[in-house]
């Protein structure tokens, strides 16, 4: 234990710097070069918009293989939301799992090369609480390393009351 305040900022700060406890492999989100994905991203945009669904965020994301992408959201609480993860058409499995603001899994969705959805995952999700969600997409390829993935989060928006 610190004997003091100063004593207890001095220690975290001297750890913080040390690099043996510093991580070495930090994930940062990095846009994928062009956008393989265009043609299916214009073609999903076109469906959920004509459904009633509103585009909040959408990112191209240099994924490597086997490791998740975390991605953490704000979403408010009764909202319909609507999200999809596209990965590399060349991979054999993908996975999406989201998580609530208390760590609990609350969308796990699972797709193989070959399956009907193949590499698009889509999911529609209402939460019940005004809080950040964390949704980590996956995929696993054997031949690639580093691959492309997309992401996009998209809502309905409340009907508004006619006057």
């Known amino acids: 234990m610190c004997k003091s305040l100063g004593a207890c900022v001095l220690a975290c700060f001297c750890l913080l710097f040390t690099p ?3 991580a070495q492999d930090v994930i ?4 994928c070069e062009g956008n393989p994905y265009q043609h299916a991203v214009d073609s999903i945009k076109k469906v959920s918009t004509e459904q009633g669904y509103v585009l ?3 990112a191209s994301i240099q994924m490597e293989s086997e490791y998740e992408m975390p991605v953490v959201l704000p979403m408010t609480g009764g909202t319909i939301y609507q999200f999809f993860f596209i990965g ?3 991979s054999k499995l993908y996975e999406v799992r989201m998580y609530d603001f208390n760590e609990r899994q609350v969308v796990y969705k699972r797709n193989q090369w070959g399956d009907v959805d193949g590499n698009i995952i889509s999911y529609t999700y209402t939460p019940q ?3 950040y969600h964390m949704i980590k997409p ?3 390829n054997k031949k690639k390393k580093v691959l492309c993935g997309y992401v996009m989060l998209m809502k309905k928006p409340e009907p508004t009351a006619k006057k």
């Open 56 to 58: 909040l965020r959408e």
């Open 129 to 131: 609480f005004t809080e």
């Open 28 to 31: 940062k989100l990095q846009n």
């Open 138 to 140: 996956v995929q696993v």
């Open 88 to 90: 590399d058409p060349s």
């Open 20 to 22: 043996s406890l510093r």
